[in-house]
């Protein structure tokens, strides 16, 4: 992502990205227990010395090797991982706690297993305060900490070692969903309950997350040891995996009443001001893509409504199902569980179907530019509620920068519709001052303006 945009990067994205996104926690979890890495950690130590990752300066030969100290800035959003264990040492975590009944947040496994690297075995120098350290997202360094370093080591023997091969971006997703959205591993789902305790949401766009965090440069050297996705394709592949995990995870997270936790469900659907006064204006908005009468809770379809514009221009033969999976699931919600896992079912098949489709396409910049058009202007009767609209301007931002860094489109002129995203962030700022007329008029200014950079 250009550094320009993440300088200009609203409020609300900074502080839902620092604080919301990286945490995960729940005091109990019926959902099945996944496997999980049975490679030792060795703790951040093992990667931080001037030889390896730990230098002052970006000075190394293959990579920049300050890797260490940018994972580790105590103020920008590149250090959010190191920073995720000392949160719970905070007032609000300690608050959560307290309303949750666990003593001790910050040594509970219900909390660090999001909040830290959830290592079953750990090593001499693995510490609980580094947070979600390096091998949280590249997998336990047992067998390949020594051998990566060699001057004859390809990336996949790394990968045969042990390394998560997360320059993939379904692997990449599949981790970061565990902590991002929710896993069926121990300690690794927001239960509503949870939320009520204080919280924040969480929120989840794999393509432009990993820019604000990035800690290495995807350079020549990187591309052909490798090879880079871009951002299109990873955004898109997010997005379909994001869809997939949730329904993946509905089977198991159900409540005393055979409901899906209340977590799945877009939380401003019930969340909203209410009067007796005839004259207040009423909140809950129709949406022609859901349909569903009156007083059932909404689904949080913010990825479905992403990946519905993904699939009209990169998969068209597909996106007719999963437009109408989507709907069919919608109502099944409003009956009996059966009926709902049968839907989540199908439809979660064709979303792993298109994060399959996305892998394999190039997304060229007529594509690119396709998509874009997609999300502001085809969806736009889709942002009826703020979880779909921040989705929505986080993806322009995502594609346009993408253009940028492909040499499709020129930076001054793309730096130009800086404070239209500006405006559009900032209406996504705040869920309690939602207004999706106020909305869709700016998306459609982007969408316009960005017409003219083809």
């Known amino acids: 992502m250009l550094a320009e945009c993440m300088a200009a990067a609203s409020h609300w994205l900074r502080v839902a990205i620092a604080v919301s996104v990286l945490a995960g926690a729940t005091v109990e979890s019926p959902l099945a227990a996944a496997p999980i890495d049975p490679a030792v950690h060795q703790g951040v130590a093992s990667c931080g010395s001037s030889t390896c990752h730990g230098r002052q300066e970006a000075t190394g030969p293959r990579v920049r090797q300050n890797e260490v100290i940018s994972w580790s800035d105590p103020a920008s959003l590149t250090g959010a991982h190191s920073r995720a264990w000392k949160v719970l040492n905070e007032p609000r975590a300690q608050a959560i706690g307290k309303r949750l009944g666990i003593t001790n947040v910050a040594a509970s496994k219900e909390c660090i297993s999001c ?22 997202c590249h997998g ?25 091969a997360v320059n993939d971006p379904a692997v990449k997703a599949s981790v970061c969903l565990d902590c991002h959205f929710g896993s069926d591993k121990p300690g690794q789902f927001v239960f509503h309950r949870i939320m009520a305790a204080g ?8 393509d432009l997350f990993t820019s604000l965090q990035r800690h290495h440069d995807e350079d020549a050297d ?43 469900y877009d939380c401003r659907s019930c969340h909203r001001t209410f009067s007796d006064d005839p004259a207040t204006q009423i909140v809950a908005r129709t949406n022609g893509w859901r349909p569903i009468p009156p007083g059932q809770p909404v ?26 999976q989507s709907r069919a699931f919608h ?27 996305f892998a394999g396409t190039s997304f060229d910049r007529a594509q690119t530019f396709a998509l874009i058009d997609a999300v502001l202007v085809g969806n736009a ?10 989705q929505a301007v986080m993806a322009a931002d995502t594609l346009l920068s993408a253009l940028v860094t492909a040499g499709q489109v020129d930076r001054g002129a793309a730096q130009a ?38």
């Open 331 to 357: 109502a099944a919600l409003g009956g009996d569980r059966a009926g709902a896992i049968k839907a989540a079912a199908t439809l979660k098949a064709t979303a792993a179907t298109l994060a399959r489709r």
């Open 417 to 454: 519709l800086r404070p239209d995203l500006d405006r559009a962030y900032a209406l996504a700022r705040d869920a309690n001052r939602w207004d999706p007329a106020a909305f869709r008029v700016t998306l459609a200014q982007i969408g316009g303006r960005l017409r003219g950079l083809k």
């Open 115 to 136: 909040h830290g690297d959830p290592a079953p075995l750990r090593g001499a120098k693995w510490q609980q305060s580094d947070g979600v350290g390096c091998e949280a």
């Open 199 to 206: 919280h924040p949401r969480v929120a989840f766009e794999l």
């Open 222 to 264: 990187y591309a052909a040891r490798k090879g880079v996705t871009g951002g299109v394709k990873t955004w898109a592949v997010g997005q379909a995996l994001a869809v997939e995990r949730a329904l993946s995870l509905l089977p198991a997270a159900s409540g005393r009443l055979n409901g899906p936790d209340y977590y799945f």
């Open 381 to 390: 009767a889709a942002y009826t509620d703020y979880q779909g609209g921040a």
């Open 299 to 324: 689904w949080n379809d913010e990825q479905m409504i992403m990946l519905a514009a993904a699939a009209r221009v990169a998969a068209p033969d597909v996106a007719r199902s999963f437009d109408n």
């Open 140 to 164: 336990g360094s047992e067998r390949w900490l020594a051998s990566h370093a060699s001057v004859n080591a390809s990336h996949a023997d790394n990968v045969a070692k042990g390394m998560w």
